[in-house]
């Protein structure tokens, strides 16, 4: 809506009549004049209104970003929906969707085993992100009954063996661990230090092998739990080493190595793993324990699966953007690895919420606070929330909020954002 006006000193709103006349019909246009352009301003207000204010007060700078949508996907309120900010942690819900959408989530991992022509046992990973001692065992308790072999050789050529997360350290610290297309158990330990300064595993089912041992004594840890492997070949290395003790608590006799070697065309597929888990119960996992190295493991697989093997970082990327921008018609996100940690990616509060409605099918897998299911997201001066708030009959209310600045209340904004909506 414009309004111009176009004045000069010959102008006049009514024809050549007496002063007094004059005056009187001049103010009468004058308050006709104010009243139009008051009316102007009151409807430019109301939709600043309706697409910005909330009913209550939180400090949302130009670094911040809130938008609260109702179960339709209208915006009801919003400030700065369009500013590209750091999401964090909520980031892992698209890696999560793309990869639900491209292998379906009754999809599982696989492990394959092969004999070769010397009898040697072939271990090759294809990236199972839950491949954990349990698992390790029960695999122990096949093999052993099936297998007599030489050496344990491990291919992991399913993924680049030197893929660096944007983002991530070297410390100890275990959202810095690698990835890799043969890991086991996150390739993490958890243990502590006896009076005599042993170390002891602290999970039952994890034995603390030499190969772990001597990399923490290495690190010079004390306790708690670390990753303790720097790159995927030695986070292969600690898989086979596990195996091979639970092969060997069994009663497989063994004098062999453990090397590495890619599976070829004279070897015996003997046994293919398919994970216990599903492909949804991973992402429940993912999201729920907010990991950044099963989200990597994803997006790595993905890349994979849909560009060809090697797995590469790029290759994964590559495939979430593109499910963004032809699935969900995100053409401007900027994403270069799928856990969150890196502060390059960026992404809209609008866009989230795209996402949001696409993953609303799967919104059980999220996390659960009365009735609001959500995914946080934490770096240092960074503080993000997204999801969705249930109880209404017409379905949940979606909400986002980042905060890429330091000293924010995350509780006062979900606090805000609930009266809000019941507002």
């Known amino acids: 809506m414009t309004f111009i006006f176009a004045l000069s000193s010959n102008f006049h709103p009514f024809p050549t009549i007496d002063p007094a006349t004059r005056t009187i019909r001049e103010a009468v246009w004058m ?46 309120y919003e400030k700065n929906q369009a500013k590209k900010l750091v999401p964090a942690s909520t980031i892992k819900i698209l890696t999560a969707l793309a990869a639900l959408n491209h292998f379906g989530p009754s999809f599982r ?3 394959e085993f092969y004999r070769d022509p010397f009898q040697n046992l072939k271990v090759k990973g294809y990236g199972d992100p839950l491949l954990t001692s349990e698992v390790l065992q ?33 410390s100890t610290n275990p959202y810095d661990a690698p990835v890799g297309a043969l890991c086991a158990n996150f390739n993490t330990v958890i243990f502590r230090r006896d009076g ?21 004594r290495s690190l010079g840890l004390e306790r708690g739990r670390h990753t303790f492997l720097d790159n995927s070949r030695d986070a292969a290395r600690y898989a086979g080493e596990l195996l091979l003790h639970f092969l060997r608590k069994r009663g497989v006799k063994s004098r062999g190595i453990i090397r590495f070697g890619p599976v070829g065309h004279d070897d015996t597929l003997i046994y293919t793993y398919e994970s216990i888990f599903t492909l949804e119960t ?4 993912m999201l729920k324990s907010s990991s950044n190295f099963m989200a990597n493991q994803i997006l790595i697989a993905l890349g994979a ?26 053409q401007n996100i900027k994403i270069v690895e799928g856990s969150g940690i890196s502060r390059q990616n960026r992404i809209s509060a609008l866009e989230m919420l795209i996402i949001l409605k696409q993953f609303k099918p799967y919104r059980y897998l999220l ?38 600045r330091r000293n924010s209340d995350m509780n006062a904004a979900i606090n805000c954002v609930k009266k809000a909506i019941a507002h």
């Open 31 to 76: 308050i006709w004049l104010a009243a139009i352009l008051s009316g102007f301003f009151l409807f430019q207000s109301s939709i600043s209104y309706a697409g910005q204010n909330l009913p209550c007060r939180i400090n949302i700078t130009s670094k911040d970003a809130v938008l609260v949508a109702d179960p339709d996907g209208r915006i009801l």
């Open 109 to 111: 991992f696989r492990t």
């Open 138 to 170: 029960g695999l122990a308790d096949y093999l052993s009954t099936s297998v007599r072999f030489q050496d344990i050789i491990l291919d992991n050529t399913y993924f680049f063996s030197h893929i660096n997360i944007p983002g991530c350290g070297n």
């Open 196 to 216: 005599k300064g042993r170390i002891i595993s602290l999970e039952r089912q994890t034995p603390m092998i030499p190969f772990a041992r001597d990399r923490i």
């Open 282 to 285: 991973v992402v429940q996992k």
């Open 305 to 330: 699966s849909v560009y060809g093997s090697p797995g590469t970082l790029a290759k994964g990327v590559r495939a979430v953007t593109y499910y963004a921008k032809n699935k969900l018609k995100l």
């Open 367 to 404: 996390k659960r606070n009365d009735n609001i299911l959500y995914k946080t997201g934490s770096l240092k001066g960074i503080r993000t929330k997204v999801g969705y708030i249930g109880g209404y009959p017409r379905g949940p209310y979606y909400f986002v909020i980042f905060f890429n």
